[in-house]
């Protein structure tokens, strides 16, 4: 009966957390909705921008912010400058409707003096088009690509904590699941780094993890082996999971015969798998010889060269997975001297 009423509790418990959660989600989406200023007052960016306006002449207090808690909106004192704002209210304002801005509350870090002033980035750099619309909206605002264009780890710090102040919901939802460290790969493989991870991630970044493909400390009864990859560098402990299965070592030939491409990703030919297998490494020259070169008419001195000219000629590719083509490898030389 106890464990009836401890079941009971935590579904309701769950439930809650659920509802909280949910509530929360909605509350945090319907703040950052944005207002139709549209509705609340007639204006024009184009218009402002053909009479050659410059943005500085409204927004007077962007040059000189250094915050994003700003208000950067323009004023009425800066209207008056060109409009009558004492008797001539309808020019901009729909009668009877004078509702203030909402001003968003920023979730990022920004500077504007030290991009406009001291940088001397244009005000269209970061905000493309507004010159030629009516109303800002979220579409003139800059987005990551914006920005990473100098915040690439060499102009400017790419680190998100440089801008972001809640770096948390950050994450995309792919990295959410669970095996997301073991199965990234596939991301990576179907070219998505230049597209999406290298937004956040530079190739340091995957080095810290791949550069030495092999694992540091292994749980009990585990033994080091360069088979075994990704390393989690920097780790006070090193977990024992592995990218490959622990009978990896000896079937891993069919991988590489098929999917060489993908074994490339993270490994190069000419050096990790060199260390097994050159002449004195430890490994039988015979031991990975594939089975085809010992069947009957593999090499024939005469006629169309026997099986293993069908085979290159069919995957030449296949071939270079252990034979230098270029003319340095004896097994080939023998005969393709001339």
Not at 201 to 221: K, N
Not at 234 to 242: F, L, N, V
């Amino acid at each position: 009966m106890k464990i009836q009423y401890l079941y009971i509790g935590l579904i309701l418990m769950f439930t809650l957390v659920l509802i909280f959660s949910s509530y929360n989600t909605a509350t945090l989406q319907a703040d950052k909705k944005q207002q139709d200023r549209s509705e609340i007052i007639k204006f024009s960016h184009r218009v402002h921008a053909e009479l050659l306006i410059e943005c500085v002449d409204c927004h007077s207090a962007a040059p000189t912010s250094t915050t994003s808690q700003d208000n950067l909106l323009a004023m009425k004192s800066d209207c008056a400058l060109c409009h009558d704002v004492t008797d001539d209210c309808a020019l901009c304002h729909f009668e009877d409707t004078y509702v203030k801005f909402k001003k968003t509350e920023p979730d990022m870090y920004f500077n504007h003096q030290l991009h406009y002033e001291k940088l001397g980035i244009s005000c269209q750099t970061c905000h493309a088009n507004i010159e030629e619309a009516d109303y800002a909206t979220a579409d003139h605002m800059p987005v990551k690509a914006d920005c990473m264009s100098c915040h690439d780890g060499g102009q400017a710090s790419m680190d998100c904590e440089s801008c972001h102040m809640d770096t948390k919901t950050l994450m995309p939802a792919s990295h959410m699941v669970a095996n997301f460290e073991r199965e990234h790969k596939r991301v990576v493989r179907a070219g998505a780094f230049e597209a999406e991870c290298a937004s956040c991630h530079m190739q340091t970044f995957c080095q810290d993890c791949h550069e030495t493909a092999g694992l540091l400390i292994l749980g009990p009864g585990f033994t080091r082996s360069p088979m075994y990859s990704p390393e989690a560098a920097g780790k006070g402990t090193i977990s024992s999971d592995r990218v490959h299965d622990p009978n990896y070592k000896y079937t891993h030939g069919l991988d590489a015969r098929s999917k060489r491409t993908q074994c490339q990703t993270c490994h190069e030919v000419e050096t990790f798998c060199a260390d097994c297998h050159i002449e004195g490494a430890g490994i039988a020259p015979g031991a990975f010889k594939p089975a085809s070169h010992d069947q009957p008419g593999f090499v024939m001195l005469t006629g169309t060269g026997g099986r293993h000219a069908q085979l290159a000629r069919r995957d030449i590719e296949n071939c270079m997975t252990c034979h230098d083509l270029q003319g340095r490898d004896p097994s080939c030389m023998i005969c393709h001297a001339q």
